[in-house]
C-alpha cells in the first residue's frame, strides 16, 4: 500500500468530460447526465482500500442526505482489475448494491479520466460549480484509518453547502491521503514522473 496525497489541481480548472459505464445498470454515464445540478461531486474511489472502507459510511450518507437536491455525485473506480480484483466492475457492483449507493458507480478501465482529472489516491474528490469550473479538491474530514477522529464529512460537506447556497468555497483546502490508484503497468500517468 502506497500512502498518497492528492495533485491538487488548480481551482478553476474545467471539469474534463468522461463515458463511463456504471457498474450496476451498465448504463453510460456521462458529464452531461448532471446537467440539470447546481454542483458536481466527482469520487475516485475502489472496495479494496483501507481508506476507503474507512469512510464509505459516510458516502452512503452523502448519497442520501444530497439525493433530493441539486447536487449531482458520481463515484469511478480506475484501479487495475487484473492485479486488484477487488476492484473489478462485478465486485464494485456488489459493493454499490451492498452499501446502497444513490449515486453512480463507474468503472474507468483504460484509466483515462482518472488521469484527466489527476486523479492520485482513494478516496481523491473533485467539486464543481454550475458551470462546471474547480471549486474544491481535498479531504473528506481530518479522519484517517489510525488517528481515532471521527469521519464526518466535515471539509467535503462545508464545501458542497457553499457551492449549493451560491457562497464562495474556503480556497485553503487539504489534500485528500489514501492509497495510491493502481496504474496499469506502464500507464502511470505524467504527473508522478
Not at 463515484?75 to 454499490?96: T, V
Request: charged residues 20%.
Amino acid at each position: 500500500m502506497a500512502l498518497i496525497a492528492s495533485t491538487m489541481l488548480p481551482l478553476g480548472t474545467q471539469a474534463p468530460d468522461f463515458h463511463l459505464p456504471n457498474v450496476v445498470s451498465g448504463e453510460i454515464v456521462s458529464l452531461s447526465s448532471f446537467a440539470d445540478k447546481k454542483a458536481l461531486l466527482v469520487m475516485f474511489i475502489c472496495r479494496h482500500c483501507p481508506f476507503v472502507k474507512h469512510i464509505q459510511q459516510e458516502l452512503v450518507q452523502l448519497g442520501k442526505d444530497f439525493f433530493q437536491s441539486d447536487l449531482g455525485m458520481i463515484a469511478i473506480s480506475a484501479n487495475d482489475a487484473n492485479n486488484y480484483p477487488d476492484d473489478a466492475p462485478d465486485s464494485l457492483k456488489a459493493m454499490a448494491i451492498e452499501l446502497g449507493f444513490k449515486f453512480p458507480l463507474c468503472y474507468d478501465e483504460t484509466q483515462e479520466v482518472a488521469k484527466a482529472y489527476t486523479a492520485a489516491c482513494t478516496p481523491d474528490f473533485f467539486l464543481f460549480d454550475a458551470t462546471r469550473k474547480l471549486v474544491y479538491r481535498g479531504q473528506l474530514d481530518d479522519s484517517r484509518p489510525s488517528n481515532g477522529k471521527p469521519v464526518t464529512g466535515a471539509d467535503l460537506r462545508a464545501a458542497i453547502e457553499a457551492v449549493l447556497t451560491g457562497n464562495s468555497v474556503e480556497e485553503e483546502q487539504k489534500p485528500s491521503i489514501g492509497c495510491n490508484i493502481k496504474w496499469k503497468k506502464g500507464n502511470e500517468p505524467s504527473y508522478f514522473q
